[in-house]
């Protein structure tokens, strides 16, 4: 029984040692936001804002355009969701579902997005975009993803599981194949789509590389753009409580939204992993 | 009666054959319209710019030549030529090195201590798992901080951990470490995340059959664990190793690719190629043999993966 207690008090501290290296980064960061700007040039960390102050959240409102870039951010992530649930969900169907002349070799060159990099293409996908007229739109930011392969293969397993005595069924009272999907294969799927949903999101929140390849103004950049472009200007660089405040203000809403739903968000990226 | 039932298997026959016949052209097109959203997406993002990058990569196209011009393999022998690729690539495969053994065993061994039935854990699982929620982007700009000079936390408490009390962004050598030391704090609770579902698939009784066998836990984790988690280790160590090839936030924000190229890894690379020098051409073939490296890593996955269903 001693040794038991022993063990488990051996692994409390092992995980509280690796929590604290993973967290302090973060206090650190919200503690320095609070602070006045030149508190932080002291040799010996200083970690309680001597004069807690909100001003680092008001100068960044004031240094750039922070709403628009939420705005912006906002219409990329959900708008690339919107778009590849339509997509994922009849490609999904299709796949699950239907027998049809060359499906294999069109799953494989679907599975093709999952098997190479993204950041390989990104010259060809800018000459594209470029001659589409798109350069420096949101649209621009979010075309290379409103096809998903990972979603129509999670989607894909989910609508293989509907049996199909189901959809004779459905049929026999005359339900028609986008019937039975809209009311009867989406409803079964929903906690599929919850899944991709936040993975999808979350990763077009936090991108950074293509936008900064596609964007050129204000307008179209999201907020990861908008932290990165203020850090390499000569202020910005150098205002480390106003970074910092920057840099909480864009996290802020992702991590409450992870604290909350810590158990949905770890069991979506689960399956994000094995999916591909 | 015996007479009659070819008749009818006939007749039954020349039914289907009729509403086959009459069989209208939706039904056989649905499948490939449901597709179509889905592939012209991929076609115009995903096939053609493979295609091309590969096609542009044997052309000189840049700022002196906005023409395409053929010139074969030329842009391949540049690269071969060139002392900043192979540096890049040994970069590259430095930071490679640097994350994914360090990655994979604290995941596992973070994987291991949480899968303990222990109080706190939604929380240690929380706050281990946290940095995989936030952008690479505030990751750099949390790290920028922690190690300035002077001011930050790496070099004050740093010392304590008998870490050197030096510039790390700004050090020829130590720069690509700070790097490796911000991918490890940004993917380790994702790669615990896969390991802990590969631990939960391995069955209680083969520990308790090592357990009646005077198996120790030390013992326990060679001959059960780890050898049952080999198929998720290979998994996450692969994706590890392609997502080090793949890295760019932190080089773009932290270091610009510097001291000198100390840091330039290859996206970086691609990216200075063809949208700072506008040389698409080259951009081109560097891409192509990062997409060739790619391919190849992940083809592997693949194939194990099937494997791992076929052990299932």
New interface residues.
């Given amino acids: 029984m001693r040794s038991r207690s022993g063990w488990s008090l051996t692994v409390h501290a092992l995980l509280l040692a690796a929590a604290l290296m993973m967290v302090v980064p973060l206090v650190w960061i919200v503690l320095t936001a609070f602070k006045e700007r030149n508190e932080v040039f002291s040799q010996v960390p200083q970690w309680l804002p001597a004069h807690p102050t909100f001003n680092n959240f008001l100068g960044v409102l004031d240094a750039m355009p922070f709403w628009q870039y939420y705005w912006n951010t906002i219409v990329v992530a959900f708008g690339i969701l919107a778009i590849q649930v339509v997509t994922i969900t009849l490609a999904a169907y299709a796949f699950a579902r239907m027998q049809f002349w060359g499906r294999d070799v069109l799953f494989i060159l679907l599975l093709v997005q999952l098997m190479i990099a993204p950041q390989s293409t990104v010259i060809q996908n800018y000459i594209t975009v470029t001659r589409l007229g798109l350069l420096d739109t949101k649209l621009a930011i979010m075309a290379p993803y409103l096809a998903s392969a990972f979603g129509t293969f999670l989607l894909r397993q989910t609508f293989k599981g509907i049996p199909k005595e189901l959809e004779e069924a459905a049929a026999l009272d005359g339900c028609g194949t986008l019937r039975f999907l809209l009311y009867v294969a989406i409803p079964l799927a929903l906690p599929g789509y919850l899944a991709f949903g936040l993975v999808s999101i979350t990763y077009h929140w936090n991108e950074f590389f293509w936008p900064l390849v596609v964007t050129e103004t204000t307008g179209s950049r999201t907020l990861t753009l908008g932290l990165g472009i203020f850090a390499q200007t000569a202020e910005g660089s150098a205002d480390w409580t106003m970074l910092m405040a920057m840099t909480l203000m864009v996290i802020a809403v992702p991590l409450a939204a992870f604290l909350l739903f810590q158990r949905r968000f770890i069991n979506s990226f689960m399956q994000s992993g094995l999916g591909g | 009666m015996v007479g009659r039932a070819p008749a009818v298997t006939v007749k039954h026959r020349e039914m289907r054959n009729e509403r086959r016949g009459r069989q209208p052209l939706l039904p056989l097109l649905?499948?490939?319209?449901?597709?179509l959203?889905?592939?012209?997406?991929?076609f115009?993002?995903?096939?053609?710019?493979?295609l091309?990058?590969f096609y542009?990569s044997f052309f000189k196209w840049n700022m002196a030549t906005p023409k395409m011009e053929f010139v074969g393999l030329a842009n391949y022998a540049q690269a071969w030529n060139a002392s900043l690729f192979w540096e890049v690539l040994r970069n590259n495969l430095v930071f490679a090195a640097g994350t994914v053994p360090l990655t994979l065993a604290?995941a596992l061994a973070?994987a291991l201590?949480?899968n303990?039935k222990?109080r706190?854990l939604?929380?240690?699982?929380?706050?281990?798992?946290?940095?995989?929620?936030?952008?690479?982007?505030?990751a750099?700009?949390?790290?920028?901080?922690?190690l300035?000079p002077?001011?930050g936390?790496l070099n004050?408490?740093g010392k304590w951990l008998g870490l050197p009390d030096v510039h790390w962004l700004g050090h020829s050598k130590l720069a690509i470490w700070a790097l490796v030391m911000v991918g490890v704090?940004k993917r380790v609770?994702?790669y615990m995340?896969?390991y802990?579902?590969g631990l939960q698939v391995i069955p209680d009784y083969l520990y308790e059959a090592a357990r009646i066998e005077g198996a120790g836990p030390w013992q326990r984790f060679w001959r059960v664990t780890f050898p049952l988690v080999s198929p998720t280790s290979f998994?996450?160590g692969v994706?590890a190793v392609?997502d080090a090839?793949?890295a760019?936030?932190q080089v773009?924000?932290m270091t610009g690719g510097g001291p000198g190229n100390a840091t330039n890894l290859f996206?970086f690379y691609?990216?200075q190629n063809?949208?700072r020098f506008f040389d698409?051409g080259y951009?081109?073939a560097i891409?192509?043999i990062?997409?060739l490296i790619?391919?190849g890593l992940?083809?592997l996955v693949?194939r194990t993966l099937h494997r791992k269903v076929h052990y299932a």
């Fill in positions: 649905r499948p490939y319209l449901y597709l959203p889905t592939f012209s997406f991929l115009i993002f995903t096939h053609w710019p493979i091309r990058t542009v604290l973070l201590l949480i303990q222990i706190g939604a929380i240690y699982r929380a706050l281990l798992f946290y940095p995989t929620m936030i952008p690479m982007a505030a750099a700009m949390i790290w920028l901080w922690i300035t002077n001011y936390l004050y408490y704090w609770g994702y995340v896969i802990l579902a998994f996450v994706m392609i090839f793949q760019i936030d773009y924000l996206i691609i990216y063809a949208f698409f951009g081109s891409s192509a990062l997409f790619l391919l992940t083809l693949f």
